[in-house]
């Protein structure tokens, strides 16, 4: 039986949720969720990698049972999980990226490329041709942060746009348990989570700014990467999983014939990609 321990710790005055799996003293793993989900995300892949890992994923601030963050932008966001690594223990470990989770983990690894001991990008982007044209809505809003503009974002907080996001690209919607997707949708209801999102999409625009800077810590560092990627997310397209391997020639890439939310499909085939690339 694989033992998941879910605690809080006190990370500068913010108290953020984690899940703990595997045994202190195995190579260290940390997962870092994307947007609009929580570290519940990894339910099924923690079990399957418990036994080679000492695991832990956060609720990133304003997400999940984490509390808001004092300031909503990815920065402060990297700032909250640095500490939190630092408080926790993690001095080397290995990240796993999704979505917002990315330009969380690629700060950590240009900040302090010493820590990091490989890169795992499950639909997690650092390239420009990764964005499709789902984007345009929220590139409007980093060219004009209008009223109207951050308005017309607020339907991807609606509960059709998180099932949307869950679904789209999956070969037979019945295999998606509703677990996620609703739990998503609870933590998006809560009081302000809308205003944090929100400034979010805005504040996005300095993820795509650190681009270069990202590629040339992947160029100049080459971590053992991993990029493991749903073929038909809506978001992130299968060139910018590609273009990983123009940085570092060594990295390994797999596609999954499913959407952004990977896990939910495809967990023990990402997790034996993990098991084999880290052995």
Do not use: C
């Not at 932008?73 to 989770?101: K, L, N, Q």
């Not at 625009?205 to 560092?221: E, I």
Request: aromatic letters at 14%; charged letters at 25%.
């Amino acid at each position: 039986m694989i033992r998941i321990s879910n605690r809080t710790v006190d990370v500068d005055g913010l108290n953020i949720f984690y899940r703990e799996a595997g045994t202190v003293g195995q190579p260290k793993l940390l997962l870092l969720h994307g947007f609009p989900s929580s570290s519940h995300m990894f339910r099924d892949l923690i079990p399957l990698l418990a036994d080679r890992f000492h695991i832990v994923a956060p609720d990133l601030p304003g997400f999940g049972q984490s509390d808001d963050p004092r300031a909503n932008s990815f920065d402060s966001i990297a700032d909250t999980i640095e500490r939190f690594t630092e408080i926790v223990g993690f001095d080397r470990f290995i990240v796993y990226v999704f979505d917002y989770g990315a330009p969380t983990g690629f700060r950590l690894a240009i900040r302090h490329p010493e820590r990091i001991a490989g890169i795992i990008s499950q639909n997690g982007n650092a390239y420009l041709e990764g964005l499709s044209e789902g984007w345009n809505p929220i590139r409007a809003y980093w060219e004009d942060a209008s009223d109207a503009n951050r308005d017309a974002l607020r339907n991807m907080l609606q509960p059709e746009a998180t099932y949307w996001q869950y679904s789209h690209g999956v070969a037979d919607p019945t295999a998606l348990s509703p677990d996620g997707y609703t739990l998503d949708n609870h933590y998006l209801g809560r009081p302000d989570a809308d205003r944090v999102q929100l400034d979010l999409f805005g504040d996005y625009k300095s993820n795509v700014a650190l681009y270069p800077t990202f590629q040339d810590y992947f160029r100049t560092h080459k971590p053992r990467f991993l990029a493991v990627w749903g073929r038909n997310d809506p978001f992130f397209l299968p060139p910018g999983a590609e273009a990983f391997q123009r940085d570092i020639p060594e990295a390994r890439v797999t596609f999954f014939d499913t959407g952004h939310f990977a896990l939910e499909t495809h967990a023990g085939e990402i997790a034996a990609e993990i098991r084999d690339f880290f052995a």
